[in-house]
Nanobody, 124 residues
Framework: QVQLVESGGGLVQAGGSLRLSCAAS????????MAWFRQAPGKEREFVGG????????KYADSVKGRFTSSRDNAKNTVYLQMSSLKPEDTAVYYC?????????????????WGQGTQVTVSS
């Protein structure tokens, strides 16, 4: 099990940028696939992006491809989500999630550990 704490959310104007961070506990961070999900009011939690344990492989939802980039620093036990060209429809609570494995999966049920979430609000 790994404990996850997100930070970096906030209010930003459309077209702006934010970087989310997710700090993890534990000594085997590089064993975990890390992913970002988001949930807007009244909507289901949806996959945003994910990154392999080594950081060499990433996967993104079509809605954020080309605008969001996930990276990780295994020495700091931290994963990041750089969000650019933000749109009002990106407004949601963003969660990081972790699973042991080799593949980034897009279904939230495949992830065992979750952070508490951080609010991102994009104004038009």
């Amino acid at each position: 099990q790994v404990q996850l704490v997100e930070s970096g959310g906030g209010l930003v104007q459309a077209g702006g940028s934010l970087r989310l961070s997710c700090a993890a506990s534990g000594r085997t961070f590089s064993s975990y696939i890390m992913a970002w999900f988001r949930q807007a009011p009244g909507k289901e939690r949806e996959f945003v992006g994910g990154i392999s344990g080594s950081g060499g492989s990433t996967k993104y939802a079509d809605s954020v491809k080309g605008r969001f980039t996930s990276s990780r620093d295994n020495a700091k036990n931290t994963v990041y989500l750089q969000m650019s060209s933000l749109k009002p429809e990106d407004t949601a609570v963003y969660y990081c999630a972790a699973r042991i494995g080799r593949l980034v999966r897009t279904n939230a049920r495949d992830y065992d550990d979750w952070g508490q979430g951080t609010q991102v609000t994009v104004s038009s």
